[in-house]
């Protein structure tokens, strides 16, 4: 009866926990009071080595801490008075089986589950380096989309800048064409006033061979003779 009464709370409570299962009113679960259930990793802790935790958590509500014990006791009672299970040979061989089995999980079982975790940490370790080296490599393309999409928006930028070089560009061709006319016309203009000087330094000349000529023309030689004279009396009462 009291099996029947802690499968029957088990069951009701498996039922329970599927059906509250809850959704928002979005339409959404609401997972922080219904949260995912989640494999467990680690095996159920039982007692006595074959039986689960959970029953005897479900009897203690109901029969107390002893109640699951008292339990498997008079079930056992009833079981072998009503020889539902009968003790022969078998029973013994069973017993002594059961010792030699737990002597040699006691021994050997810390070894052999060792090295089985071992063997699951590195199958994980090879499953999360796959895992790990995908997510990265997710991450990688995604920030080289990320700087393609940079790129396209600083494009009108790029145009914009080679825009204004090439107008610089132009700006000092004019400016170096601008100053090649101006030194072009000032070599003519200069080309022009070294003409007029070289004009005016030649009719100066002439003008004064001409005039010097005249002169010279015009003086006879009694006025030059007299001329002669009276320098060397100038000098002669400048010496005096």
Same mark, same amino acid.
Request: charged letters at 25%.
């Given at each position: 009866?009291l ?13 329970? %926990?599927?059906?509250? #299962? ?10 922080? &009071? ?11 802790? +039982? ?26 006791? !008079?079930?056992?009672?009833f =079981? ?6 009968v ?9 002594? =089986?059961?010792?030699?089995?737990a ?11 060792? !090295?089985? &975790?071992?063997?699951?940490?590195? @199958?994980e ?17 995604i920030?080289?989309? &990320? &700087? ?8 009108? @930028? ?10 610089l560009?132009m700006?000092? #061709?004019?400016?170096?064409?601008? %100053?090649?006319?101006?030194?072009q016309v000032?070599?003519?203009? @200069?080309y ?5 000087? +070289? ?34 009396? @100038?000098?002669?009462? =400048? %010496?005096?």
């Amino acid at each position: 009866m009291l099996s029947r009464v802690a499968l029957r709370s088990l069951v009701q409570q498996n039922r329970a %926990s599927l059906v509250g #299962v809850r959704f928002a009113s979005e339409g959404a679960r609401d997972l922080e &009071n219904f949260p995912r259930r989640t494999r467990p990793v680690e095996k159920a802790p +039982v007692r006595m080595g074959i039986f689960p935790e959970e029953w005897f958590a479900a009897f203690y509500t109901k029969t107390g801490v002893t109640g699951p014990y008292m339990a498997l006791a !008079s079930i056992g009672t009833f =079981l072998v008075s009503k020889e539902f299970f009968v003790m022969e040979h078998d029973f013994y061989v069973g017993i002594a =089986l059961a010792a030699v089995l737990a002597g040699i999980v006691k021994s050997a079982g810390p070894g052999i589950t060792e !090295s089985i &975790n071992k063997e699951l940490d590195a @199958d994980e370790a090879v499953y999360k380096s796959v895992r790990q080296n995908e997510i990265d490599a997710l991450k990688n393309a995604i920030a080289g989309e &990320n &700087n393609a999409q940079a790129n396209a928006a600083a494009w009108e @930028d790029i145009i914009a800048a080679k825009k204004e070089a090439v107008g610089l560009q132009m700006e000092a #061709v004019y400016r170096s064409r601008l %100053s090649d006319a101006y030194s072009q016309v000032k070599k003519r203009l @200069d080309y022009q006033l070294e003409i007029a000087n +070289v004009m005016r330094r030649m009719e100066q000349k002439h003008m004064v061979d001409w005039i010097i000529n005249n002169v010279k023309k015009s003086i006879t030689p009694a006025q030059e003779a007299a001329a002669l004279k009276k320098c060397i009396a @100038d000098l002669k009462s =400048l %010496s005096a």
